[in-house]
């Protein structure tokens, strides 16, 4: 049984039962049972399954493992993390984590006005805030309103500019001021893509001479007092865990120096985020190198040595690890529309009375077929079909001789597959030989963008047919008109799928940890826009869909593009009005069946079996 990795990159979460996966907790429902109630509603094309439960194990592990860790290093300093809002901005989101979060003191960090309002109007009363990123005083002005409000909020600073804003604007300001944090700029860096958000010529931070003159101008200004943050970045999806341990050490090491100039109020090291989630399907290719038990101990432990070497206050610890929280709860689930190879049956063979020589050989080769010579036909029929190619560019065969080579080169593949599946070798060899094409009704720019544009694996599976093994190596691809939405078939990444026939059941496809950047970058490629999706929870009776946001119409998508979609409606009627080709019953039918396309969402309708 082909279990895709669910023991690597599931973390516990999904299990396989009864030949479906299953949501491993409570009484484990079928992902695929909640997949067709929803379509039994109407809901079709591609849908985004929201899962709470899992936001709150991961905020639960977050908490225990750096609590177990300050319990076992005897840290006085406290632990507290903050959601990066820029990771997943959805509401479906963001609502269930604040209120998952609530008793955690679980904070939201801010990178742009726009989630700096959202943070004010969501965040748990005393949680904290944090603001990273480039500043206007337009910003700034906000987040002293939010320190008026009563909200726990440390602006970051990312350059001095923005500290002489601060100091202007406070003058003018009512007390509470928010606190300041001093973004810190680590000659360490971190490791994987992300590793030049770290390092001396990152985009972000202050240096040592710019450190010394912030402590200098808040001293001047007084509003030393109100300095209590430093932090640091070095790079989302850390995949090992050394370059963290040396940047810890350099801002442990900034940490005591700055409280040396006076900074006594600084009691808080902000890590940033890049905390790794696992998404390889693969043993050989694992995303990360430590486990959250080590994380959390390595940086209490050595932010506990530093401050016992330097005879200094242990810091509180922050952490923003947004990847690690949101990633696992959202799960794409998309329709198989169609396998390519299907249409190539014997009974679209059109023989003739005298076929080229290579035509009979292949039909030989299809005929007498057998598990000794299996593969060493597929070879010979690929290298048949290769010359009839090179025949038909030259003009010696005709357009039916084409269209049967290929036809039984692709059923010597299917039959060579069928007769090996005892020879895990041969059948590897024969699979990774003839690929089967899937096409599926989602969007890849849409919905899963970091492959697109990163090369970002996602872990892949059927929602069910699991007690059967699949037979077909798959190439995904996309219902976009663009050649790059296409997840290919690697020999040394190999993604096996079932050879069903569409015509006759359901095939559902899972793509698993979604939940983090996708849907917040995805692209409107052809005017796809964000799936229908639905909040699920899990319960001791089963499951209950809590709510259903449906996929945009196109007549709203074409609206947020500031369309008017007015104009557009009378365009179309003026056009149908004054078209020769109808009468006018067929112009009222024409129009009405518009209206019903313009207030659906764009995805491909499949047939419901």
């Not at 059927?462 to 798959?474: G, V």
Request: hydrophobic share 40%; aromatic share 10%; glycine share 6%.
């Amino acid at each position: 049984m082909n279990n895709y990795g669910i023991e690597l990159w599931g973390d516990d979460n999904f299990v396989i039962k009864n030949g479906k996966v299953c949501i491993n907790y409570e009484k484990k429902p079928a992902i695929i049972d909640i997949v067709k109630e929803l379509r039994d509603d109407g809901y079709r094309g591609p849908l985004l399954l929201r899962f709470p439960h899992l936001i709150q194990k991961q905020i639960e592990n977050i908490y225990k493992n750096f609590n177990k860790a300050r319990k076992e290093f005897e840290y006085k300093g406290k632990f507290n993390a903050v959601y990066p809002l820029k990771v997943n901005q959805y509401p479906g989101f963001v609502k269930n984590l604040v209120k998952l979060g609530k008793n955690y003191n679980y904070g939201l960090e801010a990178g742009s006005k726009a989630e700096l309002l959202l943070a004010m109007a969501y965040n748990n009363e005393n949680a904290p805030i944090t603001v990273n990123g480039f500043k206007d005083r337009e910003l700034i002005n906000i987040g002293f309103i939010a320190a008026e409000m009563g909200h726990n909020i440390t602006l970051t600073i990312e350059g001095l500019n923005e500290l002489e804003s601060i100091i202007d604007i406070a003058k003018e300001r009512f007390k509470p001021k928010p606190n300041i944090g001093l973004r810190i700029r680590l000659h360490s860096t971190g490791s994987g893509i992300w590793a030049k958000s770290g390092g001396i010529n990152s985009k972000f931070g202050l240096t040592s001479t710019e450190l010394i003159q912030a402590v200098n101008m808040l001293k001047d200004n007084k509003l030393l007092d109100q300095f209590t943050m430093i932090h640091f970045h070095i790079g989302s999806q850390i995949s090992e865990i050394h370059p963290l341990k040396k940047a810890l050490n350099e801002a442990g090491n900034i940490y005591t120096e700055l409280r040396k100039m006076g900074a006594k109020n600084l009691h808080a090291i902000n890590l940033g985020g890049g905390l790794a989630v696992e998404y390889s399907q693969f043993k050989n290719e694992n995303t990360r190198n430590y486990t959250l038990r080590e994380y959390a101990n390595d940086v209490v432990f050595i932010l506990k040595n530093i401050s016992e070497q330097k005879g200094d206050t242990e810091p509180d610890i922050f952490i923003e690890s947004g990847r690690f929280v949101a990633a696992s709860h959202a799960i794409l689930v998309a329709p198989v529309l169609e396998l390519f190879s299907q249409e190539y049956t014997e009974s679209k063979l059109v023989l003739k009375k005298d076929n080229p020589k290579l035509i009979d050989e292949l039909f030989d080769l299809y005929k007498s077929i057998k598990p000794s010579n299996a593969l060493e036909y597929l070879h010979d029929s690929v290298e048949h079909l290769e010359s009839i190619l090179t025949l038909f560019d030259l003009g010696y065969v005709d357009l039916s001789d084409r269209s049967n080579a290929e036809i039984l080169t692709q059923l010597i593949a299917k039959k060579a597959i069928l007769l090996h599946k005892e020879n895990s070798s041969d059948l590897l060899a024969i699979q990774t030989q003839m690929q089967e094409r899937y096409l599926v009704n989602f969007s890849l720019f849409q919905s899963m963008p970091d492959f697109w544009g990163l090369g970002q694996n996602f872990p892949i599976m059927p929602l069910d047919k699991l007690e059967e093994e699949p037979s077909r190596s798959a190439s995904i691809w996309d219902i976009t008109c663009d050649s790059d939405g296409e997840i290919s078939y690697l020999k040394n990444k190999p993604l096996f799928l079932h050879d069903v026939d569409i015509e006759k059941e359901n095939y559902f496809l899972g793509f698993f940890l979604v939940g983090a950047y996708q849907e917040v970058l995805g692209m409107r490629h052809n005017l796809f826009t964000h799936p229908t999706e639905a909040s699920v929870s899990i319960n001791e009776k089963g499951y209950e869909i809590d709510s259903i946001i449906e996929a945009q119409s196109i007549l709203d998508t074409l609206e947020d593009l500031d369309y008017d979609v007015h104009l557009i409606m009378d365009n179309l009627n003026e056009k149908i009005s004054n078209s020769n080709l109808v009468n006018e019953k067929q112009k009222k039918q024409i129009l009405g069946e518009l209206y019903l396309f313009l207030n659906d969402n764009g995805y491909l309708k499949s047939k419901e079996l």
